[in-house]
């Protein structure tokens, strides 16, 4: 959903709930900055880097996948216009933000001896 959709999706809403009170009405006011979605390259020296230090620690290839979710590296691209950005750090995002959440120690231990591997390259 772009933002476009969410905003008219939200209009829509708020119109249909005022139409059912008299005198009803709303205003939207948006905070922030717009956070679009932030295409990184794969052909990334650093990208390469970090690949090289979770083979060399994990023994396994690394995957990349795009992240559903908002983080400050965004805003970073978005301020700054570098699309040289990488977000990585353990868990697993089929957990993130629930009420059980909760990230294994193996895991944290893991992401700290690839980013101590990423460091000396």
């Known amino acids: 959903m772009t933002q476009e959709e969410a905003d008219e999706l939200v209009d829509r809403s708020l119109q249909a709930a005022c139409s059912k009170f008299e005198g009803a009405s709303y205003r939207v006011n948006h905070y922030g900055y717009p956070r679009p979605p932030i295409d990184s390259t794969l052909e990334s020296d650093l990208l390469e880097r970090l690949e090289g230090a979770y083979e060399t620690t994990l023994k396994e290839s690394a995957t990349h996948t795009g992240f559903p979710a908002y983080t400050d590296a965004s805003m970073i691209a978005l301020k700054t216009g570098n699309r040289d ?3 990585f750090g353990p ?31």
């Open 85 to 87: 950005l990488l977000v």
């Open 91 to 121: 868990a697993n995002l089929e957990q993130a933000h629930r009420i059980d959440e909760y990230v294994e120690v193996q895991q944290i231990e893991d992401c700290v001896n690839v980013l101590e591997e990423f460091m000396k390259t």
